[in-house]
């Protein structure tokens, strides 16, 4: 998955972004604009759910910029990392081949892209030969139905530039499905599809890539994307839960009296394998119970907000038909309100373990 995030946000936007991420069950996470000049591995842990995990980072300078690229510790083996103006990117070896994984928050102007998609270009040709992957915000678009509600003189040689580029690289833009641009403007009156995958002939056939998909916009004003891949084999999905789980009093209770009261009998493989599901079971039925109404409202918001920016960007209506500031101003109120519960939960259970 690909995300310019426009920020890393607080606590809030933070935790949807976790919930977003171990809601695809993604193997792999591109990140950009994250406005941060250090991170840590507590900070990644945090957020990807578990601590089986790599990651590698380029720091914003000021509030400008920022890469962040994640991954499952057993998706692959990595031997090296590189970066330059605009990219952040990671060599490895999967399925007996070189893989280069590039990360891209391109710069805005055109004289910045062109030394982007050139520094890209030399690194290609000064390095082994293996299989490509750019995915992230290129800035960029190579047709005119990309972009709707602004334009710009340059727009027709930055197209016709992009292509060269893609052309040079040999990778494809594949096939779209979801959502038909990836960033809109604040009323929807501006819509680009700026965010894409770019990959090689070769990773496209080892992979099983059938398409990319544009998601629905979130906690950003880009929309994520990600890879839909038919026959892939990234290794074992790690068993995920939302973080803010653990910051609520009764997490620990219900797991010690669910696991107490399986009576499981059998091998003792069997008797944890079996535990394990009915505890997830129980997780599941807990979080509908617990955060259930608080989700189901800010779902509402998102799928709302979205429907009002697809038929915008299908011309069923002009944008001062519909008021999606309004919606975008209301996702961030329920998503605050929600972490606001769940920091009152937490300080009340510190007090009630104070009073005893």
Not at 153 to 162: A, I, P, T, W
Not at 203 to 219: E, K, L, N, T
Request: aromatic share 12%; glycine share 8%.
């Amino acid at each position: 998955m690909s995300i310019n995030l426009r920020g890393w946000g607080d606590a809030a936007k933070l935790r949807r972004l976790s919930s977003l991420l171990h809601s695809g069950a993604f193997d792999m996470c591109l990140l950009q604009e994250t406005k941060r000049s250090a991170f840590t591995d507590s900070m990644i842990h945090g957020l990807w759910g578990y601590k089986e995990v790599v990651w590698v980072a380029k720091e914003s300078i000021g509030l400008s910029g920022g890469m962040l690229s994640i991954w499952n510790k057993d998706l692959f083996s990595f031997r090296f990392s590189f970066t330059g103006v605009g990219f952040l990117g990671i060599c490895v070896e999967w399925k007996n081949r070189l893989l280069y994984i590039v990360n891209i928050y391109s710069p805005c102007s055109l004289a910045g892209k062109r030394k982007l998609w050139k520094d890209l270009l030399e690194f290609k040709s000064n390095n082994a030969i293996g299989d490509w992957v750019l995915g992230g915000d290129s800035n960029a678009i190579s047709k005119s139905g990309e972009r709707r509600g602004n334009s710009g003189s340059k727009s027709l040689s930055e197209r016709s530039e992009f292509s060269l580029f893609m052309e040079a690289m040999e990778v494809i833009d594949t096939p779209v499905l979801g959502k038909k641009f990836t960033w809109f403007n604040s009323d929807g009156s501006a819509m680009s599809r700026l965010d894409r995958f770019l990959l090689s002939e070769g990773f496209i056939h080892q992979g099983g890539v059938s398409y990319q998909w544009i998601g629905d916009r979130d906690i950003s004003d880009h929309c994520p994307i990600w890879l839909e891949c038919s026959n892939h084999n990234w290794g074992p999905k790690p068993f995920k839960f939302n973080n803010c789980w653990v910051d609520h009093p009764e997490f620990l209770d219900l797991v010690k009296k669910n696991w107490a009261q399986s009576d499981v009998r059998g091998t003792k493989t069997f008797v944890i394998s079996e535990k394990m599901k009915r505890l997830k079971e129980a997780l599941k039925k807990w979080n509908r119970d617990v955060f259930g109404f608080k989700d189901l409202c800010i779902d509402k918001t998102v799928r709302e907000l979205n429907e009002v920016e697809d038929l915008i960007a299908n011309g069923d209506v002009y944008p001062t038909d519909l008021n999606s500031k309004e919606l975008v101003r209301n996702f961030w109120e329920q998503i605050h309100s929600k972490e606001s519960l769940l920091r009152q939960k937490s300080r009340n259970e510190v007090d009630s373990r104070r009073r005893f």
